[in-house]
């Protein structure tokens, strides 16, 4: 199977990385993992994270398919970011093509989570012959409604259009995005993750989490950083969006932020084959709060769509997993 099989180096990190793949993409060495064998199950992770986020799918998924996971450039354990620079979404996507070609995983299920969610679902617009089906946990596709950041003159006419969703865009970003620009830019990294993270998860839920997954959100904070100081989301286009065909598992967190719920329930409104389940007593790192019903949520849709692209259905009731 292509790839280098090594242990990586290339920046300081918590945690093993032993026995990853590496793949050269565009000149990025990206790091893999993988088990199993069968149609490809591709795991995309999001901010502040890395491939270590999918530990807990990857053995369950692998009995069935060939999943693999990967860490996105600029995420440990690959060479990091260049400090000032900007970290657009559109490289992630043609690195994502280029990674499923090069070790033959197309088409590929594309599963992924927020900031990496947004990643597959673009991916499937740009390059919809390599995505058999999609599982999406909630993915910020905040540029369906507005550009980032929001002007005043997008956000009246969505007060008018949709005001439970722009209310909840503007208090996600006055309570969550804007303290942990403001920390960023006064060089208190510990500040910003606290406030982006307790805005995402849940003071408590984050407060919570093991030492050893902060560390890993410490170590991919660079990458944060210059989302949150960046351009922005790429413009994403509701007709694009109908136009994505494949099957679509819709996943949210019971406990996630309204901001993202309010996204989620405008996805599931515009993609044609689209179901959507929600997780109970999880919040937005699903995968890692509640990964039993998680797995099954995606096995599930894996068996009933594995093998089948271009399938029409109706849209299903949001059942919850315990």
């Known amino acids: 199977m292509p790839g280098e099989t090594t242990h990586v180096t290339g920046a300081a990190t918590s945690g093993s990385f032993?026995?990853?793949?590496?793949?050269?993409?565009?000149?990025?060495?990206l790091a893999y993992r993988e088990q199993g064998e069968g149609e490809a199950v591709v795991f995309v992770h999001g901010s502040a994270s890395d491939l270590?986020?999918?530990?807990?799918?990857?053995?369950?998924?692998?009995?069935?398919?060939?999943?693999?996971?990967?860490?996105?450039?600029?995420a440990?354990?690959?060479?990091?970011?260049?400090?000032?620079?900007?970290?657009?979404?559109?490289?992630?996507?043609?690195d994502l093509a280029a990674l499923l070609r090069l070790i033959g995983a197309a088409p590929a299920h594309l599963v992924g989570h927020s900031w990496g969610a947004f990643i597959c679902l673009l991916t499937a617009i740009?390059?919809?012959?390599?995505?058999?089906?999609?599982?999406?946990?909630?993915?910020?596709?905040?540029?369906l409604f507005v550009s980032t950041p929001p002007?005043?003159?997008?956000?009246?006419?969505?007060?008018?259009?949709?005001?439970?969703?722009?209310?909840?865009?503007?208090?996600?970003?006055?309570?969550?995005?804007?303290?942990?620009?403001?920390?960023?830019?006064?060089?208190?990294?510990?500040?910003?993750?606290?406030?982006?993270?307790?805005?995402?998860?849940?003071?408590?839920?984050?407060?919570?989490?093991?030492?050893?997954?902060?560390?890993?959100?410490?170590?991919?904070?660079a990458t944060l950083r210059a989302q949150l100081l960046g351009a922005g989301f790429p413009p994403l286009d509701e007709e694009d969006v109908r136009g994505i065909r494949v099957p679509t598992l819709l996943m949210t967190g019971q406990r996630s932020?309204?901001?993202?719920?309010r996204l989620t329930e405008h996805l599931q409104r515009l993609l044609p084959n689209a179901e959507r389940v929600d997780i109970a007593g999880a919040s937005h790192a699903m995968q890692e709060e509640n990964p039993g019903a998680v797995n099954e949520a995606i096995l599930g849709f894996l068996a009933r769509h594995a093998s089948q692209r271009n399938v029409h259905s109706h849209q299903r009731p949001s059942p919850t997993l315990e």
């Open 18 to 29: 032993e026995g990853v793949r590496t793949a050269a993409v565009d000149g990025i060495a």
């Open 257 to 261: 932020p309204a901001f993202l719920l």
């Open 52 to 74: 270590r986020t999918w530990g807990q799918q990857l053995p369950t998924i692998g009995t069935r398919y060939r999943a693999i996971a990967y860490s996105r450039r600029y």
């Open 76 to 94: 440990r354990p690959n060479e990091d970011i260049e400090p000032g620079a900007d970290d657009q979404m559109l490289p992630h996507v043609d």
């Open 126 to 143: 740009r390059h919809p012959e390599m995505v058999r089906s999609l599982v999406l946990q909630e993915p910020p596709v905040l540029s």
């Open 151 to 221: 002007s005043p003159r997008e956000l009246f006419p969505l007060l008018v259009r949709r005001p439970r969703t722009a209310l909840a865009i503007l208090a996600f970003g006055a309570r969550t995005i804007a303290p942990a620009q403001r920390a960023f830019r006064r060089g208190d990294d510990d500040q910003a993750l606290h406030a982006f993270a307790h805005g995402v998860l849940g003071k408590e839920t984050y407060e919570r989490l093991p030492e050893e997954r902060k560390q890993q959100a410490r170590e991919n904070l």
